[in-house]
């Protein structure tokens, strides 16, 4: 996702989340949330000027570090949408049509 597409979604403000974080923990500014959220501050750059969008890991260590629910979260930063897409990279799902069951796949042997 580039920040073209992260700039189309009107209520997205990935910036009022990190504001209610730095906020609600009293921390000094964007390093200090970087620190707490075990990120370089170049991360939370990036997301603040819509270059990077907030992945689910990162995600999912705010709602660790601030005990909110990924649910709130979302909220705070103005994501409404009801379902995510993981990926639309599945090679079976192009090859075979959605309607069409995964077929599982047998490990190869490995030799050392």
Do not use: C, W
Not at 30 to 55: F, Q, W
């Amino acid at each position: 996702m580039n920040g073209q597409m992260l700039l189309s979604q009107n209520d997205y403000n990935p910036n009022r989340l990190l504001d209610s974080l730095i906020e609600r923990f009293h921390l000094k500014n964007d390093a200090a949330l970087s620190r707490a959220l075990e990120v370089t501050p170049p991360v939370i750059s990036k997301i603040r000027h819509n270059k990077l969008p907030i992945g689910a890991s990162l995600l999912i260590r705010m709602h660790e570090f601030s005990e909110l629910s990924i649910a709130e979260l979302r909220t705070l930063m103005g994501d409404r949408r009801g379902q995510y897409r993981i990926s639309d990279k599945n090679p079976d799902k192009r090859k075979h049509g959605s309607s069409q069951p995964m077929q599982p796949v047998q490990a190869q042997p490995t030799t050392h």
